[in-house]
């Protein structure tokens, strides 16, 4: 039996997770604000009280990067000490980047899990795997031997490059807001907001916003484009899906990720007719001599909505 937890800046998942045969069955799972938690501890604490089981493992997805025994999470004022949890548990831990556990979550997922953006003709080597959600996160699975080993990257804090000339202008928009443009700013749940700003102001819109007090912009966003009735989201969220594809396209080329890249997180899933509809390819392959190279990469959309979960199991499972 493995516990597993998927935490973020708004909210903490904990699961018991069963590994049968080399699949990671969630067997219940609850979610929690972090918010309104000291710490992972007491989330975990509370949780076993509810649900007492003898854990073999645990393995837990954390925001921000990972590198020592105590890890300081962003956005949420934590302080995960590994060794503490190791001794409160009485079982070994894994501590791993949130986007790490992704891509042990993306090489569990079962086929009818991956809906296949790109069939490609994959090669040994690398895989990648791109996130947007509440931001844009980033790893590299690199091959060593016949095992596949995640690693963590901040990629998506990488200066955006425009694509043409449109991009220019959106870039001269964000960067008077923001100072630096990353990939993060507009490939994102909020980003996404930011390039319906951006597109507003472009076409002269000046009707309601499409959201109200509350709600999440992006989601009412990909919905007013889904209905055609406002040209600011539909153009916002054709170009969301050509910048995805541009980093994505860079991605697979800084990992020489010829087995594949994964789209992981929040939003691909919802937007997946848009994402079919060419322009993130076109940009993904918009690579001029790699344009050949990027054609045989296979590219994935996760469904799985206990990815998070799944792969902080799986790398728990490694110590158990």
Known sequence: ???????????????????????????????????????????????????????????????????????????????VDHDALEER????????????????????ARPEQLAILQEGAPARGARAVAAAGTGLGEAIIFRRGDELVPSASEGGHASFAPQDDEEV????????????????????????????DFYRARLGHAGPLPWAHGEDPAAAVSRAAATKADPAAEAALARFCSIYGAEAGNLALKALAVEGVY???GIAPKILAELRRGGFLDAFLAKGRYRGLLSRVPV?????????????????SRLA
């Open 169 to 196: 202008e959106l870039w001269r928009f964000a960067r008077q807001r923001f100072g630096h443009v990353s990939y993060e700013r507009l490939v994102s749940g909020p980003g996404l907001a930011v390039v319906y």
């Open 1 to 79: 039996m493995l516990l597993a937890g998927d935490v973020g800046g708004t909210n903490t998942r904990l699961a018991l997770v069963e590994e049968r045969g080399g699949a990671f069955e969630v067997v219940v799972a609850e979610t929690a604000p972090s918010g309104e938690a000291d710490g992972l501890w007491p989330l975990v604490e509370s949780f076993l009280a509810r649900h007492p089981k003898r854990v073999d493992a645990a393995g837990f997805g954390l925001p921000g990067p990972v590198t020592g025994r105590r890890v300081k999470t962003t956005n949420i004022p934590w302080v």
């Open 300 to 316: 994935w959309v996760v469904l799985d909505d206990h990815l998070g979960l799944r792969g902080a199991a799986r790398a728990a």
């Open 263 to 265: 789209l992981a997180g």
């Open 89 to 108: 548990l009485g079982a070994p831990v894994a501590l791993v980047n949130d986007l790490v556990a992704a891509a042990h979550g993306a090489l569990a």
